[in-house]
């Protein structure tokens, strides 16, 4: 159901959620007493008494949608969706996110788009500690790295102007599909950026494949991730199971396939509803919490609109004591392109001047605080 939170009580660790249109199970808004606390325009004063909320209430709203179990055309084509050239790949997507960019209660019910922290509200309202911890929110910077052209323009245009900001980025490359330029990926390490593993191919299938083909793929990948020091994972597309996840956590330190509000792509109502890392099938996940550059892309927006929507979600995790994460990609029709890349400097400038709120991280130094 959802609600406006228009008080919280006695609950200092949710007063940054007060004013927020959240979604909460009705099983646990009954269990905690609260139905009869929402007036008829839907705003929800929580009562001062303790409620009956525990961390398996916050688990289960955490992964309601958290896990991509159908597999998508993609997966299912008889050769890699790759393929077919980037740019027809992009008319289709594009086609599809302008016919559906207004009908966002269909295909981000729950989550909702662009971001929906309500997994974090639930965890908040479920304690009453009063010594919450405030410091600036990490800032996690990432790439998906999906051709030689993304490689090249990370080493020559993105690098360059993260450095000179004071940020250290972390980029996904898939291992498998086309001959690696080895020499520029150790550049990226030896300027003090991360890798990490995105798939095998990215055809797809490695989400749905049986295991013992799940495990090829993995473990193919296993030669990069040890030359450049990879310790996590991104799902190609961000198509994820429960069953990867598991592959995984003998495999990797991390992974970061599941968004918090995924909305339309990679299917529709996907996402986690945290900003938070957590523990899931054995293994530490750090969503991506901000909307992808893609999405925003395929849906119309033009890069001025993706800046301020990075801005304000990145605020609001930020007040949520989360991780900002975003995921961009360095191709020219994604944020490669001169408007993207002045959006994304214009976003890492933002982050760089409110220095009381936000500190730009990596997964290494996020999971050094988190586990």
Do not use: K
Not at 51 to 69: H, W
Not at 252 to 269: H, K, Q
Not at 283 to 291: A, H, N
Not at 322 to 336: A, D
């Amino acid at each position: 159901m959802t609600v406006r939170l228009a008080s919280v009580g006695p609950r200092p660790a949710a007063v940054w959620a007060e004013g927020l249109v959240v979604q909460m199970p009705a099983s646990v808004v009954d269990r905690a007493g609260w139905r009869r606390a929402i007036d008829a325009d839907g705003a929800l004063r929580i009562p001062p008494e303790p409620a009956a909320i525990g961390e398996g209430d916050v688990e289960a709203l955490r992964e309601r949608r958290a896990f991509t179990d159908a597999a998508p055309a993609s997966a299912r084509m008889p050769i890699a969706y790759h393929a077919v050239p980037g740019w027809a790949r992009a008319i289709v997507a594009s086609a599809i996110g302008r016919w559906n960019r207004r009908r966002a209660d269909r295909w981000a019910s729950f989550p909702r788009w662009p971001i929906d922290l309500s997994a974090d509200v639930l965890h908040d309202l479920s304690t009453d500690a009063s010594d919450v911890e405030s410091r600036p929110a990490p800032v996690v910077v990432t790439h998906d790295i999906d051709s030689p052209e993304g490689l090249t323009n990370l080493v020559r245009r993105f690098l360059p102007l993260e450095e000179s900001l004071g940020a250290r980025s972390t980029s996904y490359v898939v291992p498998c599909a086309w001959r690696l330029d080895d020499g520029l990926v150790r550049e990226v390490v030896a300027r003090g950026h991360e890798v990490g593993v995105h798939g095998y191919d990215h055809a797809n299938r490695t989400a749905f494949a049986a295991p013992a083909e799940r495990a090829r793929r993995l473990d193919a990948a296993r030669g990069f991730a040890e030359r450049f020091g990879a310790t996590g994972y991104r799902a190609p597309s961000l198509l994820r199971t429960r069953a990867l996840l598991r592959d995984l956590s003998a495999r990797y330190r991390y992974d970061t396939s599941i968004p918090t509000s995924g909305g339309l792509f990679p299917t529709p109502n996907n996402g986690c509803a945290t900003a938070r890392p957590f523990l899931v099938e054995h293994i530490v996940e750090l969503p991506v919490t901000l909307p992808r550059d893609g999405t925003l892309r395929f849906f119309g927006h033009r890069p001025d609109e993706i800046l301020r929507m990075w801005i304000d979600c990145a605020d609001l995790v930020a007040r949520a004591r989360g991780v900002v994460v975003l995921l961009t990609h360095c191709e020219r029709r994604f944020s490669g392109h001169p408007a993207m890349l002045d959006a994304y400097r214009r976003f890492l400038e933002h982050v760089a001047a409110h220095a009381d709120r936000f500190a730009f991280s990596t997964p290494a130094r996020v999971l050094a605080g988190a586990t």
